[in-house]
C-alpha cells in the first residue's frame, strides 16, 4: 500500500545531524502509515497499533536525543524545556490510546492526526532544529554561549515564518486527512449498502417467479432461471448469446422488435402487452412482455420481464366454456317445452350446441337391432362434410363398436376422449375427423324408459375442450335431451290412444245420437259424458270404455218415450235393462249387438202384447232406434 503523505519529507526538516534526521523519519513514517490507513485501506485503520509503535519509537528515539543534548548542551534550563517536550509527547499518546476505544474512531482519529502533525512540526523545527545547531558550532570549535547565540540567530526571521507556515500547511493536510478519512467511511457504507442491494437485487431476479432478460442488440446478456425454464433452454449459459427476438412466435416478431426498438430510443410505447411465445421445442404459450429500457456502464440496455400466462388463458377458457355450456343446458331445456315432436327435439339440440355451445359439430345417432347392430344418425348440425356417411358405426361388440359412441351405447357411460389424434379407441376414425377440425369429442348415452336408445356426440376443435365440469354439464344435457324423448313419444303414445278413443266414441256418438229419447251417459263416478237431444231418462248402470254401454230405463207402452223414475208412473209401462256392444265384425265392420231384459204393468194389459212382438220394451226401443240410425246413413229401412 502507497502511504498518504500528509508530512512529506524533504530538507527543509533536516536537522544537519544525520542520526536525529533518520529517527525523525521514522516518525513522519508512522504519521503517513495512519494517514495511508485512513484514505487507502477498506476496513477501519489500527489505531491502537500505530499508536503504540509511535510510544515504542519515541521512547529509543527521546533517550537518542537526550543523550547527544546532554553532552553539549549544559544548561539546566534548555535541557528541561526539551524533556517538557518529550514528556508532553507521551503523556498525550498514552492518553489517546486509553481513550480510543470509548469514542467515535473519526474523532479520535482527528486528535490523533492533528497533534502528531503539529508535534512533529513544532518539535522538530523549533526545538530540534535549535539543539542541533548548537550541537553543530559547538563540533566545529565554538565555545558554548557563542553556540546557542549562533543557533538563537538562526531560528529568527526566516525559520520561524517558516516554522508557522509549515504548522499551518500541515495543520490543513491533517483536517484534510481527517475530512477524507470521513469521506472514505462514508464511502465504504456506501459501497456495503450498494453491495447487500444488489446481492437483494441479484436474489430476488435469480428466484422471481417472473422471467428476466436483458439483451442489447437483440441479443441476450443476462438472464434468470424463470426466464430458461419458460423458454425451455438447458441452462443459463445455453441462453447467453441468443437472439432474444426467436423466442416470439414469428407472427408477432416484428411488432416485439419494433416496441422493443421504441422502448430504446426512449419513445412512447406499450408499457405492457400480450404476444405469444416461442419455446426452444417449438411450442407456444401466451406470455405477457414488459419491456424497459435500463441505463448500464455499458450503454443502454433493454430489460423484458415475462410472464406465462397460459393457466390464466385455460382458467378463463374453462369459465367460458362452462358458462356457453350452462347456456346451452338453459336454452336446450326451454326448447322441450316448444318442440312439436321428437325429431324437432334432436335437431334443435344440434343446433344449440354449435350455436350456443360454441362446439365445432353435433350429431343424434338412434341404435338399430339390426344384424350389424348399426348407429344411425337422426340428426346434426354444424360442420359434418358427410362424416358420419363414413364413419359406419356400430354399438356392437365388434371392430366399429369400439369407438366411444358404440361404447357410449352399449355401456350406459360416457366417453370423453378430449385429444382425437392421440386416441386410441379412434384409431378408424381418426384421419377423417382431424380433416375436418375436430380435435376432441364426447359421446354420452340417451337413456329412455331403461333402456339406451342412442347417443349425444359432440366435437370440439380444440384439445383442451370436454374438462371435468363442464362434461359433466353436458352429461346433465342429454339426460334433458333423453327426458324430452321419452315425454315426446308417451305424448304421441297418449295422442294415438286419445285418437282411437276418439274414433269408437264417434261411433257410440252415431248411435246415441240417432236415440228418440234422451240419452245420458255418466262414468262410474256419476258424471255426464255424453247427452242426446231428447227429453226423458235413461240411467247409465255400467260403462265398459269403447265396448259396452248399459242402461235402464222406465218407458210409457203407449207413447214410447222414456219416464222420470221418481214421477208419476203411466198405466201401461215397461222398466228394462239394455246393453249394448260393439263387436268386430268382417270387412273392418263393427257390429252392434243389443241386448234387453225387463218386465211390464200391468200384466194383465201387456201380456197379449209381449205374446205377439216379444218384450215391449225391446220391442220399442230397436224399432225406434235402427229406424233412426238408416234413416241418418241412407240406407232402406
Not at 421445442?281 to 400466462?309: C, H, K, N, W
Not at 245420458?520 to 265396448?547: C, Q
Request: proline fraction near 4%.
Amino acid at each position: 500500500m502507497r502511504a498518504v503523505d500528509i508530512f512529506p519529507w524533504n530538507d527543509r526538516v533536516n536537522t544537519g545531524l544525520p542520526e536525529i534526521d533518520a529517527q525523525h523519519r521514522v516518525l513522519v513514517g508512522l504519521l503517513n502509515e495512519l494517514a495511508g490507513h485512513i484514505v487507502s485501506v477498506t476496513d477501519f485503520p489500527d489505531l491502537n497499533r500505530i499508536l503504540a509503535e509511535l510510544a515504542d519509537y519515541t521512547v529509543y528515539h527521546f533517550a537518542s536525543e537526550d543523550a547527544l543534548w546532554n553532552r553539549y548542551i549544559t544548561d539546566e534550563h534548555e535541557r528541561s524545556v526539551h524533556r517538557h517536550w518529550h514528556e508532553n509527547f507521551t503523556s498525550t499518546i498514552a492518553r489517546l490510546r486509553d481513550e480510543q476505544s470509548a469514542r467515535p474512531l473519526a474523532e479520535a482519529v482527528d486528535e490523533t492526526v492533528a497533534f502528531l502533525a503539529r508535534w512533529l512540526i513544532s518539535h522538530i523545527l523549533q526545538q530540534d532544529r535549535y539543539c542541533a545547531h548548537v550541537v553543530t558550532g559547538m563540533q566545529q570549535g565554538m565555545a558554548p554561549d557563542a553556540a546557542r547565540a549562533d543557533a538563537a540567530e538562526r531560528m529568527k526571521g526566516s525559520s520561524g515564518l517558516l516554522t508557522e507556515l509549515l504548522l499551518s500547511t500541515y495543520g490543513a493536510l491533517a483536517a484534510n486527512t481527517v475530512s477524507l478519512m470521513r469521506e472514505n467511511t462514508e464511502r465504504k457504507r456506501v459501497q456495503a449498502s450498494l453491495h447487500e442491494s444488489e446481492e437483494r437485487f441479484r436474489t430476488i431476479v435469480e428466484q422471481s417467479p417472473v422471467g428476466i432478460i436483458l439483451h442489447r442488440d437483440g441479443h441476450v446478456i443476462q438472464v434468470n432461471e424463470a426466464a430458461v425454464r419458460m423458454f425451455r433452454y438447458r441452462s443459463l449459459d445455453d441462453m447467453l448469446g441468443t437472439v432474444v427476438f426467436d423466442n416470439i412466435a414469428p407472427e408477432n416478431r416484428a411488432e416485439v422488435q419494433d416496441l422493443a426498438h421504441r422502448r430504446l430510443r426512449g419513445e412512447d410505447a406499450k408499457l405492457m402487452y400480450e404476444t405469444v411465445g416461442l419455446r426452444r421445442d417449438g411450442s407456444r404459450f401466451p406470455l405477457v412482455l414488459a419491456p424497459r429500457r435500463m441505463q448500464t456502464a455499458e450503454g443502454p440496455v433493454i430489460g423484458a420481464f415475462l410472464l406465462d400466462i397460459t393457466e390464466r388463458k385455460r382458467a378463463e377458457e374453462v369459465e367460458r366454456t362452462v358458462s356457453r355450456t350452462i347456456k346451452l343446458l338453459s336454452r336446450t331445456n326451454a326448447l322441450l317445452v316448444r318442440v312439436p315432436d321428437e325429431q324437432a327435439l334432436l335437431d334443435g339440440a344440434c343446433r344449440m350446441a354449435v350455436e350456443v355451445g360454441g362446439y365445432l359439430m353435433a350429431w343424434v345417432g338412434y341404435a338399430r337391432d339390426d344384424a350389424a347392430k348399426s348407429v344411425a344418425p337422426v340428426a346434426h348440425y354444424g360442420y359434418e362434410a358427410h362424416y358420419l356417411e363414413e364413419a359406419q358405426l356400430s354399438w356392437g361388440d365388434n371392430a366399429q363398436g369400439q369407438g366411444p359412441t358404440g361404447r357410449a351405447i352399449r355401456t350406459g357411460r360416457r366417453m370423453v376422449s378430449p385429444d382425437i389424434e392421440h386416441s386410441p379407441a379412434l384409431t378408424p376414425w381418426r384421419r377423417a375427423a382431424l380433416l375436418r377440425g375436430y380435435k376432441g369429442t364426447v359421446s354420452l348415452p340417451l337413456p329412455v324408459d331403461g333402456k339406451v336408445v342412442g347417443a349425444l356426440v359432440i366435437y370440439s376443435a380444440s384439445t383442451e375442450a370436454f374438462g371435468a365440469e363442464e362434461v359433466t354439464l353436458l352429461e346433465e344435457l342429454a339426460h334433458d335431451l333423453a327426458f324430452g324423448i321419452q315425454a315426446l313419444r308417451l305424448r304421441e303414445a297418449n295422442a294415438a290412444a286419445v285418437r282411437d278413443l276418439e274414433r269408437e266414441s264417434n261411433k257410440s256418438r252415431a248411435l246415441l245420437s240417432n236415440a228418440s229419447d234422451g240419452v245420458h251417459v255418466l262414468d262410474e263416478n256419476g258424471r255426464l259424458i255424453e247427452a242426446s237431444d231428447g227429453r226423458n231418462w235413461f240411467t247409465v248402470e255400467l260403462v265398459e270404455p269403447n265396448r259396452t254401454l248399459v242402461l235402464r230405463t222406465i218407458i210409457d207402452l203407449l207413447s214410447g218415450r222414456s219416464v222420470d223414475p221418481d214421477g208419476r208412473l203411466p198405466r201401461a209401462y215397461a222398466d228394462g235393462v239394455w246393453s249394448f256392444n260393439l263387436r268386430p265384425a268382417d270387412g273392418g265392420q263393427t257390429r252392434l249387438v243389443a241386448r234387453s231384459r225387463g218386465k211390464t204393468r200391468p200384466a194383465l194389459l201387456t201380456r197379449p202384447f209381449g205374446l205377439a212382438v216379444g218384450d215391449p220394451a225391446h220391442f220399442i226401443m230397436q224399432t225406434r232406434q235402427f229406424h233412426g240410425l238408416r234413416t241418418r246413413v241412407g240406407a232402406p229401412a
